[in-house]
Each structure stands twice: as C-alpha cells, then as structure tokens.
T-cell receptor, first 115, second 112 residues
Framework: GAVVSQHPSRVICKSGTSVKIECRSL??????MFWYRQFPKQSLMLMAT?????????EQGVEKDKFLINHASLTLSTLTVTSAHPEDSSFYIC???????????FGPGTRLTVL | GQQLNQSPQSMFIQEGEDVSMNCTSS?????WLWYKQEPGEGPVLLIA?????ELTSNGRLTAQFGITRKDSFLNISASIPSDVGIYFC????????????FGPGTSLSVIP
C-alpha cells in the first residue's frame, strides 16, 4: 500500500504557458501533501505544504502566485506552474503521509522542461 | 534553518564490498529516513527510524538513529550492481504531517 502517482510524468511547454501537475494518493488518504523541486544533481527542496481544504504553506523564496497549489480532496493535490520560464525547468515531486504513520511516500516525479 | 550533511558525497566501490554512509544535522530530528533515488524516479523509502538508538535492518541494509538524535548512518552489505543510485538521508521534526528535510545525497556507484 501507500502508492502515490503523478501525472504527467513528463511535460514540455513553451515559455509563458501554464502547466498543471497532479499528485494522487491511490490507496490512502493524505490530509497533507508536500511538493518538492529537484534540480539536476541536487537534493530535493521543499516548495510547499498542501493541506486538504485550506491554503498551502509556502517555503521561503517560493512564489505562491507562480506555483499555485490546490488540495481539493484527501487523495488529490495539484501544482500549477503559471507563466513558466526556462528556469522553472526541474523535476517536481510530491509526497503524502498516511494518518497514524510517520512516513512520507513519494510520487515518481514530473519532469518539466520549459522551452 | 535546518540543514543535513551527508558523507561521503560519492562512492565508487567493487561489487561485494560493504558500504557505509552517514548523515549529521545541526538540530534534533525525531524521525530519520533513508531514501534511494534512481535517475528519473522519485525517492523510494528504504528505512525509517523513530527512536534514538534504534537499529533497523531491511535486507542487506542497516540503519541506526543516533543517540543524540542529530545523526544517522546507513550500511549496505555485500553490494550488488542494482544498489547504484543516490542515497538521501532525511529528517522530520514531528509526525508524518511534518515536512521532510533532505540531505544532499550520497552517490553510489558499484563496479561489477
């Protein structure tokens, strides 16, 4: 159990367009989901904490108007990169935790390339 | 802010050798986690540690939660080619609802 999926797995878009990435917990409910960004050869950096039914909490330096997060249900959180630029090209990974455990389960990631 | 350090940064070892890597923090964590990431994939949880001093094994992997709660190590015995990847340590201050802070990773290469 504890499977997290992401869609799409890869996306290429033009500069200035918006891209939506979905994160789903397939076999558990996740009250809280997290969004991370990973640049090549670097570690995962937390962008924001997404809480079902409430506003996301963003880490310092992450623009909330650029990275829109919606946690509409206990199994779905979405990240929308608005007006994407080449510097937004990265690997975006989400995670979620099951109630009563201390373990975060990660999705397979979404590779975003902005031309 | 909270920061994790991992050593070594990279390792090249012969198949069959044992591997040891560690992770230190400037602050206390109540949960220590070890993940493995392969190219183009998300991190996969290897071992989770919840108690200071805890020693936990998962097959050929063994990890320990340091007594000071500021460090952890991961050992891999009898390495095989499929052990190749980047190993991240990570810490959580509180529960599954708390954010996971990742270390910079240790890149492991196994020479057949």
């Amino acid at each position: 159990g504890a499977v997290v999926s992401q869609h799409p797995s890869r996306v290429i878009c033009k500069s200035g367009t918006s891209v939506k990435i979905e994160c789903r917990s397939l076999d558990f409910q996740a009250t809280t989901m997290f969004w991370y960004r990973q640049f090549p050869k670097q570690s995962l950096m937390l962008m924001a904490t997404s809480n079902e039914g409430s506003k996301a909490t963003y880490e310092q330096g992450v623009e909330k108007d650029k990275f829109l997060i919606n946690h509409a249900s206990l199994t779905l959180s979405t990240l929308t990169v608005t007006s994407a630029h080449p510097e937004d090209s990265s690997f975006y990974i989400c995670s979620g935790g099951r109630d009563g455990t201390d373990t975060q389960y990660f999705g397979p990631g979404t590779r975003l390339t902005v031309l | 802010g909270q920061q994790l350090n991992q050593s070594p940064q990279s390792m090249f070892i012969q198949e069959g050798e044992d591997v040891s890597m560690n992770c230190t923090s400037s602050s206390i964590f109540n949960t220590w986690l070890w993940y493995k990431q392969e190219p183009g994939e998300g991190p996969v949880l290897l071992i989770a540690l919840y108690k200071a001093g805890e020693l936990t094994s998962n097959g050929r992997l063994t990890a320990q939660f340091g007594i000071t709660r500021k460090d952890s190590f991961l050992n891999i015995s009898a390495s095989i080619p499929s052990d190749v990847g980047i190993y991240f340590c990570a810490g959580q201050r509180k529960t599954s609802y708390d954010k996971v802070i990742f270390g910079p990773g240790t890149s492991l290469s196994v020479i057949p």
